[in-house]
């Protein structure tokens, strides 16, 4: 009941914002019903929301015909079998605001809406940009079964999968000086590492490589993307693009000449834990703890930094840094780990610590002598 009503809250909050119309808001009343109280006969799920046996009748066909799988029998009522194959929002929005360790609509670190759903994009974090641009409300999210042009870092080519992975883009506007956009990353880094080692159970296998890669068994299974529009003093606007291999098998789609060197083959969550894996939980799991990890990282970002570190994979390991305009520098040393202000810290060869906000590491072999 609690988190019913916690649902019904902030629905009617993000109605008040504008930031989902009240048809959606009813749609996910009803879904979020029948997902979260189990069985539920039509009188009393009418009751609750305040509407005709007809008219949850008229909901539930709905549901069906948007991939709801939706039993109903008489003396037990109607319960949900299955979900939609699609990300869709009244799939993924219900069980998503329900959470209470999400901040709640209005707060800056809120997360889930406007929820746009698409079937393809050339990439999300296209959409969210230009949603950021034209003014779209913090918090919106960005969600595509497939990206005919996604993208990762350096303009290197994003693969994934359509109907098997999950890929999103989300929208901040944090009050946030640039110097700290740095946390950002940091924070969607550690929210995604979390959720990996502690709501999948991975543990241990979990890592992060700086400044944008999450891995389990030393592989990828994660990339984020983050853009900013900033000025002197102040940040416009965050897009963190989120790509996850869940159900796929990454390894084949990926051309081997675009690996890096020091990376093995891309992995999937369906390969590492051995069964298929509930794409609306992975999103919905992610997204929660990214507005968790954001609001600590604002708040207390030493704490965040610290607890990251316990992911890291390049510390105290050797390694080549290209940065600079053009990736032309290259730092060789070995990596100090992440410093509190966000930055990767490396021990060059003369024996000086440096700092970079940006770059791109390569681990150096063992018999590297440089």
């Known amino acids: 009941m609690l988190a019913q009503a916690l649902l019904d809250e902030r629905l009617r909050t993000g109605v008040s914002l504008g930031i989902i ?17 189990g069985p539920v006969s039509g009188e009393v799920l009418g009751r609750s929301l305040g509407i005709s046996r007809a008219a949850v009748h008229k909901h539930v066909v709905a549901l069906r015909g948007l991939g709801f799988n939706i039993q109903s029998s008489r003396g037990v009522g109607h319960v949900v079998e299955g979900l939609p194959e699609a990300l869709i929002p009244e ?25 746009l759903h698409h079937q393809e994009v050339s990439s999300t974090n296209d959409v ?26 350096l303009a290197r080519r994003w693969y994934s999968q359509p109907g098997l992975d999950v890929t999103c883009s989300l929208l901040l506007r944090p009050e946030i000086e640039p110097a700290a956009l740095a946390l950002v990353i940091l924070g969607a880094a550690w929210g995604i590492a979390r959720f990996l080692a502690e709501d999948m159970r991975l543990g241990r296998r979990v890592s992060y490589k700086w400044p944008n890669d999450v891995l389990v068994d030393g592989r990828k299974v994660c990339g984020i993307l983050t853009e900013a529009s900033s000025d002197m003093d102040r940040v416009w606007w965050v897009v963190a693009g989120v790509g996850i291999n869940v159900n796929g098998s990454p390894s084949a789609s990926v051309p081997r000449d675009e690996l890096p060197a020091d990376r093995g083959l891309p992995v999937s969550l369906r390969e590492v834990l051995g069964h298929s894996v509930d794409r609306h ?3 919905r799991g992610v997204i929660g703890r990214l507005g968790e990890a954001w609001r600590r990282a604002a708040r207390d970002p ?7 570190r316990s992911f890291d994979c390049l510390l105290g390991r050797r390694v080549t840094l290209s940065t600079g305009l053009g990736g032309r520098e290259l730092v060789r040393g070995r990596s100090e780990g992440i410093g ?10 003369d024996g000086r610590v440096r700092s970079f906000a940006s770059g791109e590491v390569t681990l150096r072999s063992r018999g590297d002598p440089r």
Request: aromatic share 4%; net charge positive; with cysteine.
């Open 128 to 153: 969210c940009r230009r949603l950021a641009e034209s003014g779209a409300a913090s918090g919106a999210v960005v969600v595509a079964e497939g990206q005919a042009a996604g993208r990762g870092r």
């Open 91 to 115: 799939a993924v929005v219900p069980l998503l605001l329900s959470n209470s360790a999400l901040p709640a609509p209005g707060d800056e670190w809120f997360l889930g809406l406007p929820y």
């Open 302 to 308: 030493a704490t965040v930094v610290r607890a990251l």
């Open 281 to 283: 939980l992975v999103l």
């Open 21 to 37: 119309d009240k048809a959606m808001a009813q749609r996910c009343r009803v879904a979020g019903r029948l997902l979260l109280a």
């Open 340 to 349: 509190e202000d966000g930055l990767l810290r490396v021990r060059t060869l």
